[in-house]
């Protein structure tokens, strides 16, 4: 069983923003030759060592300790990041903003057969690899294929699709259906809930919020990235996890895939696929004026859809809203795992996706305290280039099962797409949606405070002049009885 089928991707609809131009991009990078980025374009913190205290200032210029928790990927941890005060602003933000059900995109490949009812029983004890009568995302993966034709509620077409918004609705649904199919008195089973949490984005671009901006502010200088690049990724992501919630092993950032977009700079690929249009439009018209057939144009449509799009997350910075009575640690379960390599997923004695079984199997197991932050790459720096190279194998990670009280997590990701030349080319488009959409903006704004004086100033006049409408009326009562008087 290949264990690509289980990379579980978490996603929402973005909100990206890149605001400088090709002379701007490293401007604002505050390294220099002395600094542990060795010379990359990106900058990456050298880890040292396990242990190893680095000092890092925020954007007040207060010094904080960073401590390496794991070489490979780098992973570090600042305690005190966010003050109490800024951990409940957020997460008050959060709740005014409502919450809704986490997500994640689930990778599907071809099953190895396809079932019926008959074999559901056969199929689910060959999915069952590690015997544990668990279903975890890779077994689970390959279920939904294998059944998918019985399944009523599942509209998609199995025999093309290759990714599938997998939400926690969906597989409550696929634990009842399947626990009916096969007639079992054995409740020990289940499909895995890969993600049980809800969520929230705050955008810290638009917000006109102190704290939000405060907390941008504090990522780039931990980060040493050029600014813009950190205002424009992701909007900050808060989640919340209950008793039992949990999000199983997965990756933050995808593979470099040539044949992929990068989400954030997917505008690009569609600009350029409209100029294409354009052009190949323009010749086939010219074409066809020669032609007395109009309906043998050919169309070149690109339609975007997230089977063809990527996560790029060159680092994640996590922090910690709340403390957990017990549980809710995040888990690196292959961190540091010396010549460890995604293919060897395979190899592990027992299923590291399954934190709600394995949490502790893990070579890394960071417990949660508010104010904290950890922080770790997702991706390497290419050697040659200097720019963001392959992903980290060892970055799998995920939130262990929360047993006691309530865990809240905030997430910021940096977006960096692996084409520089792209990067720049989206950095130019952002920057021109951004003018525009401020110009909206303050036409908006202006509108408002027009209205706004407007109302101000009738309600002024209704107060110092309060006779007047009163005595407009007793004119008007009296013009109508005499008109009555006369009609009469």
Same mark, same amino acid.
């Given at each position: 069983?290949s264990?690509?089928i289980?990379l579980l991707i978490?996603?929402s =609809?973005l909100?990206?923003?890149l605001s400088f131009a090709?002379?701007e991009?490293?401007?604002s /990078?505050n #390294?220099?030759a002395?600094d542990?980025?060795?010379?990359s374009l990106?900058?990456?913190?050298?880890p040292?060592?396990?242990?190893?205290?680095?000092y890092?200032?925020?954007?007040?210029?207060r010094e904080?300790?960073? &401590?390496?928790?794991a070489?490979?990927p780098?992973?570090?941890?600042i305690?005190?990041?966010?003050?109490?005060e800024?951990c409940d602003?957020?997460v008050?933000l959060?709740l005014q903003n409502?919450l809704?059900?986490?997500?994640?995109?689930?990778?599907?490949?071809?099953s190895l057969s396809?079932?019926?009812?008959?074999?559901i029983?056969e199929?689910?004890s060959?999915? !069952?690899?590690?015997?544990?009568t668990?279903?975890?995302?890779t077994? #689970?993966a390959d279920?939904l294929?294998?059944?998918a034709?019985d399944?009523p509620?599942?509209?998609v077409?199995?025999?093309?699709? !290759?990714?599938?918004?997998?939400?926690?609705?969906?597989?409550?649904s696929?634990?009842?259906?399947v626990k %009916?199919?096969?007639a079992s008195n054995?409740?020990s089973? *289940?499909f895995s /809930?890969t993600r049980?949490s +809800?969520q929230?984005w705050?955008?810290q671009?638009?917000?006109?919020?102190e704290?939000?901006q405060?907390?941008?502010?504090r990522?780039?200088?931990?980060? *040493?990235?050029?600014?813009d690049?950190?205002i424009s990724s992701e909007s900050?992501?808060?989640?919340?996890?209950k008793?039992g919630?949990? @999000?199983?092993a997965?990756?933050?950032s #995808?593979?470099l895939?040539?044949?992929?977009?990068c989400?954030?700079?997917?505008a690009?690929?569609l600009?350029?696929? !409209?100029?294409a249009?354009e052009?190949d439009?323009e010749?086939?018209n010219?074409e066809?004026e020669e032609?007395?057939?109009? +309906?043998?144009m050919?169309?070149? &449509?690109s339609?975007f859809?997230s $089977?063809?799009?990527?996560?790029c997350r060159?680092?994640?910075? =996590?922090f910690?809203l709340?403390?957990?009575?017990?549980?809710g640690?995040t888990?690196?379960?292959?961190?540091?795992?010396g010549?460890?390599s995604?293919?060897?997923l395979e190899e592990?004695p027992?299923d590291?996706?399954d =934190?709600?079984?394995? #949490? @502790?199997d893990?070579n890394?197991?960071?417990k949660?305290?508010?104010g904290?932050?950890i922080f770790?790459y997702n991706?390497?720096?290419?050697?040659?280039?200097g720019?963001m190279?392959?992903?980290? !194998?060892?970055?799998l990670h995920g939130?262990?099962?929360v047993?006691?009280g309530e865990?809240?997590i905030a997430?910021n990701w940096? /977006?960096?797409?692996?084409?520089l030349? %792209?990067?720049?080319?989206?950095?130019?488009h952002?920057k021109?949606e951004?003018?525009?959409?401020k110009?909206?903006?303050?036409? $908006?704004?202006l509108?408002d405070?027009?209205?706004?004086?407007?109302?101000d100033?009738h309600s002024?006049l209704e107060? %110092?002049f309060?006779?007047?409408?009163?005595?407009q009326?007793?004119?008007?009562?009296?013009e109508a009885?005499?008109g009555?008087? +006369?009609?009469?």
């Open positions: 069983m264990p690509s289980s978490s996603i =609809l909100s990206f923003h090709e002379d991009l490293f401007e /990078n #390294c220099n002395d542990e980025s060795h010379g990106l900058f990456q913190y050298n040292v060592g396990k242990g190893v205290v680095h890092v200032t925020d954007e007040a210029g904080m300790e960073m &401590v390496t928790l070489m490979d780098p992973i570090f941890e305690l005190n990041f966010l003050t109490d800024e602003h957020v008050d959060a409502g809704e059900p986490s997500g994640v995109v689930m990778e599907l490949l071809p396809s079932g019926n009812e008959d074999e029983q199929i689910f060959q999915l !069952d690899v590690d015997e544990d668990f279903l975890n995302p077994e #689970c279920g294929m294998d059944i034709e399944i509620f599942l509209t077409d199995i025999d093309t699709v !290759d990714l599938l918004i997998w939400t926690a609705d969906m597989e409550k696929v634990n009842e259906w %009916k199919k096969i054995d409740t089973f *289940q /809930n049980v +809800d929230a705050l955008d671009t638009w917000e006109e919020d704290i939000l405060r907390l941008h502010e990522v780039i200088k931990l980060t *040493q990235l050029p600014r690049i950190v900050l992501q808060v989640v919340r996890y008793p919630g949990h @999000y199983h997965h990756f933050d #995808c593979e895939d040539d044949t992929l977009v989400s954030h700079s997917q690009i690929s600009e350029d696929d !409209d100029v249009d052009n439009e010749e086939e010219e066809e032609e007395e057939d109009d +309906d043998e050919e169309e070149n &449509v339609d859809d $089977r063809t799009s990527r996560l060159y680092a994640t910075v =996590l910690y709340s403390d957990v009575e017990d549980g640690e888990a690196f379960p292959v961190a540091d795992n010549s460890f995604y293919e060897g592990m027992y590291v996706y =934190l709600s079984n394995h #949490c @502790y893990g890394l197991v960071v949660p305290k508010k904290k932050a770790w991706h390497m720096v290419n050697e040659t280039t720019w190279g392959d992903v980290h !194998d060892a970055s939130g262990c099962d047993r006691k865990k809240w997430n940096i /977006n960096i797409d692996d084409s030349k %792209k990067q720049v080319k989206y950095q130019e952002f021109r951004l003018e525009i959409g110009e909206e903006e303050a036409k $908006r704004r509108a405070t027009q209205e706004e004086d407007n109302e100033e002024q107060s %110092k309060p006779e007047t409408g009163e005595s009326e007793a004119e008007e009562g009296e009885e005499e009555t008087k +006369d009609e009469l």
